[in-house]
């Protein structure tokens, strides 16, 4: 079946403008993630979506990243006011479920580049 | 603080050598651990998992990997790598404390033909 999605897969954008990135999980799917993998910093986690519960925040950097996830499917990550540090890889991943004993498949993530 | 750390950060073998990575993760109660590999390219892939019970888990392309409880490892081997195993290979883990991943820094694997 399909796998999860991510679009846009390569954005450069400017300094100081604002971005959208977008996740389609794999359908059926109740947990989201979105992840940053960057070269300073490794695989971290952001932002965790399950069901129709307040989504876990504890990993975004700053206030200028938010995400929303609209009818538990779809996923936006946004980042607002974009600066030279952002640029990395944007990962999205779902799961069946969150919680112990369910792996995670992963999208092929979005290049941001900020000049 | 939850962390999982890869001792290995650059390796380069031979085809047909022996593997082993090192993983270490440092939070208690019931874990889940993984190992993915990124192929260059292309995206995280799972080779295998360990959610309880036998301590050997097999996983795809023929890697395997140890749950070993008392020394909070969990490495990653494959006894004759390929030159398609020229990739990098990243730890995760997570506990019932949280539903996130916590990854190491990965290990870039290549082997020469």
């Known amino acids: 079946g399909a796998g999860v999605s991510q679009s846009p897969s390569n954005k450069v954008t400017e300094k100081g403008k604002d971005v959208e990135l977008r996740c389609d999980p794999i359908?059926?799917?109740?947990?989201l993630y979105w992840y940053r993998q960057s070269l300073g910093q490794g695989l971290e986690f952001l932002i965790y979506f399950q069901g129709n519960s307040a989504p876990d925040k504890s990993g975004l950097p700053s206030d200028r990243f938010s995400a929303e996830r609209t009818g538990g499917s779809v996923s936006t990550l946004t980042i607002q006011r974009t600066q030279q540090e952002d640029s990395a890889v944007y990962l999205c991943a779902s799961s069946s479920s969150g919680g112990q004993g369910h792996e995670q498949y992963f999208g092929p993530g979005t290049r941001l580049t900020v000049t | 603080a939850q962390s999982v750390s890869q001792h290995n950060h650059h390796v380069i073998l031979s085809e047909a050598a022996s593997l082993e990575l090192g993983c270490n993760y440092s939070y208690g109660g019931t874990v889940n651990l993984f190992w993915y590999v990124q192929y260059p390219g292309q995206h995280l892939q799972l080779l295998l998992k360990?959610?309880?019970?036998?301590?050997l888990v097999k996983g795809i392309k023929g890697f395997e990997a140890e749950f070993i409880k008392s020394k909070f490892s969990f490495n990653l081997r494959k006894p004759s790598v390929q030159w398609s195993d020229t990739a990098e290979y990243f730890c995760?883990?997570?506990?019932?404390?949280?539903?996130?991943?916590?990854f190491g820094g990965g290990t870039r694997l290549m082997v020469k033909p």
């Open positions: 995760a883990g997570k506990n019932n404390a949280g539903n996130m991943l916590t």
């Open positions: 359908s059926g799917h109740t947990a």
């Open positions: 360990y959610f309880s019970g036998d301590p």
